[in-house]
């Protein structure tokens, strides 16, 4: 995209729109380091009235729990905030990580801020953010701040909002004058990524969830505050809010790793179609819909986008359940005929099961189901595995649960994936066990890993869902009600079809270090199941209810 074109979409705009943005208003959210599962498992009310469009009467909310970061740098925070604030990808901005913020091409891609600025006269916009790198963006904005923590950038929001906020220089020869209304409002908040870098970015961190909420918390009072503005129910508000990437433990910013490719990207508005986004939505997405929002249109040069969604379905979970084994002192499933047999020791039970009695895996006699017809999911069948895991030891090796492939332990460059999925309870070996989704074709190889849990003797619900033309997805529910997951963007993936499907073994039948534990109530569907659905299933598990209970 050359100059020349950018300058010709702008006077289109220019000319058709020659009055003020009046009623047209926005906030866009940029919260560094917030994983999708710490929202859904946290008590954040207010993110959630975005996600659903009920922070305000008449409005409707479009989402996604898996938003990705740009494809092409890595998941730091530099290239995500520009491609945020300019709705195209690193490879036209050319800000590919940490550091080249001052550096990006912003004269052939401007923020969209500064694309407002030329096409609606008399737009009042403000930058408020926390991480100083930021202000080597030059968003154009009427008002810029200096660097401020997160309550700081909150209280000026607010003073912004209800007409408060003093006349004030700001950086980059901006200022505000007292009493002017504003319009655009973009605004981004550290502390989520703070208290991962210190403490885990995890469900399980009690300082990461907490922050979460505090995070919550700050923008209900930025939501309030626009409520209470006078005129409010005449204007015409947008509220996005996007994450640039997570993390896993303390860190981020593996390229393509499934933990900092699990974001949130929420937009509510008056007009916008309701539902959860299809296809390949990303967090730099938030600057298409706040443009489209006052012009009309999505600038040509954008990689951004307006993304389809669908509308939430209330299905049964029977719906699709194609293979439900109780293990009720017998291996035989309670739905469907997919038949198992134990080709070596006989089969072991445990009278303390998560739903009656367990299944009990010693390493040596694993349940072959070889074949079936219903689990050749080939190259479009999308399905769902999940059941509950226990165990009081570190898993040996990687530990295959349950799956149709191969265990591997990489691929090297030239080397051709093991196609199949495979359930592995342990692809790390530190103090805990770590659960991992390793699936592949021909072509491609995925490990999703990174939801660690303990030997502790407790039950832990693991599960797998897939989705051909979208994501593959791992999630792990925690004794205590914590329920963690991360995707991996798949999009037109291939033949899943290989060997024999096996419990307590890889496809093969023959992996040194199986799993070793106790197993219930495996679940298989046909068809890639909702996260709602994952938690109603869990939550059932958690109660002592089985599935089809």
Same mark, same amino acid.
């Given at each position: ?56 009467? *008449? ?7 898996? &938003? ?8 730091? &925070?530099?290239?995500? #905030? ?73 209280? /000026? ?9 003093? &006349? ?71 509220? /996005?809010?996007?994450? =640039? ?192 989704? &390793? ?28 989705? #051909? ?38 496809? /093969? *039948?023959?992996?040194? =270090? ?36």
């Amino acid at each position: 995209m050359n100059k020349i074109i950018s300058f010709a979409f702008l006077v289109v705009l220019s000319a058709s729109l020659s009055l003020h943005a009046n009623d047209k208003k926005a906030v866009l959210f940029m919260i560094d380091g917030l994983r999708s599962d710490a929202v859904f498992t946290n008590p954040t009310p207010n993110i959630d009235s975005i996600k659903d469009g009920t922070w305000a009467d *008449g409005y409707k909310g479009a989402y996604s729990l898996r &938003s990705c970061p740009i494809p092409d740098a890595i998941p730091n &925070s530099a290239p995500n #905030h520009v491609a945020i604030l300019t709705g195209v990808t690193a490879n036209k901005n050319g800000c590919y990580n940490n550091g080249e913020t001052a550096g990006a091409n912003y004269q052939d891609y401007p923020p969209i801020s500064a694309i407002l600025k030329r096409t609606i006269p008399g737009l009042k916009s403000a930058w408020i953010y926390h991480w100083a790198e930021d202000q080597g963006i030059p968003t154009e904005a009427t008002y810029i701040a200096p660097p401020q923590s997160d309550q700081q950038i909150v209280d /000026t929001a607010v003073a912004l909002l209800n007409g408060s906020f003093p &006349s004030q220089k700001g950086i980059q020869n901006s200022a505000w004058s007292q009493g002017d209304d504003i319009d655009l409002l973009m605004i981004y908040l550290d502390d989520c990524d703070n208290a991962g870098h210190t403490h885990r970015f995890s469900t399980t961190s009690p300082e990461y969830m907490a922050t979460v909420r505090l995070v919550d918390r700050q923008i209900g009072e930025i939501l309030t505050a626009i409520r209470n503005r006078p005129d409010f129910i005449n204007e015409e508000w947008m509220i /996005t809010l996007s994450a =640039d990437h997570g993390g896993i433990d303390h860190e981020h910013g593996v390229w393509n790793a499934p933990d900092s490719y699990t974001t949130p990207l929420y937009v509510s508005s008056k007009d916008i179609d309701a539902g959860e986004m299809r296809g390949d939505p990303r967090n730099f997405d938030a600057a298409a819909y706040i443009v489209k929002h006052y012009t009309g249109t999505v600038p040509e040069h954008f990689d951004a986008k307006i993304n389809e969604v669908s509308s939430s379905e209330t299905r049964s979970l029977s719906d699709g359940l194609i293979a439900y084994f109780p293990f009720e002192g017998n291996i035989d499933p309670e739905i469907g005929n997919i038949n198992g047999a134990s080709p070596s020791d006989k089969p072991l039970y445990s009278e303390a099961g998560r739903v009656g009695q367990a299944l009990t895996l010693t390493g040596t006699n694993p349940i072959c189901f070889g074949k079936p017809k219903s689990l050749q999911f080939g190259t479009t069948g999308d399905f769902t595995i999940a059941l509950w895991i226990r165990t009081d030891m570190i898993q040996n090796g990687r530990a295959p649960i349950f799956g149709n492939k191969m265990e591997k332990k990489g691929i090297k460059l030239g080397e051709n994936p093991e196609p199949g999925v495979l359930l592995e309870g342990n692809i790390i070996t530190y103090e805990n066990n770590n659960l991992n989704f &390793s699936l592949g074709d021909s072509i491609h190889h995925h490990n999703i890993n990174c939801l660690v849990y303990k030997p502790d003797g407790l039950w832990y619900l693991a599960a797998i869902t897939f989705d #051909h033309d979208g994501d593959a997805c791992l999630y792990l529910g925690y004794p205590d009600g914590t329920l963690a997951f991360v995707a991996q963007r798949l999009c037109h993936f291939g033949n899943l079809n290989n060997l024999e499907w096996h419990l307590g073994q890889d496809g /093969t *039948g023959s992996a040194e =270090d199986p799993f070793v534990g106790d197993v219930d109530e495996l679940m298989i569907w046909n068809r890639s199941l909702t996260v709602d659905e994952i938690n109603l299933l869990y939550q059932k598990g958690l109660n002592g209810k089985a599935v089809i209970k």
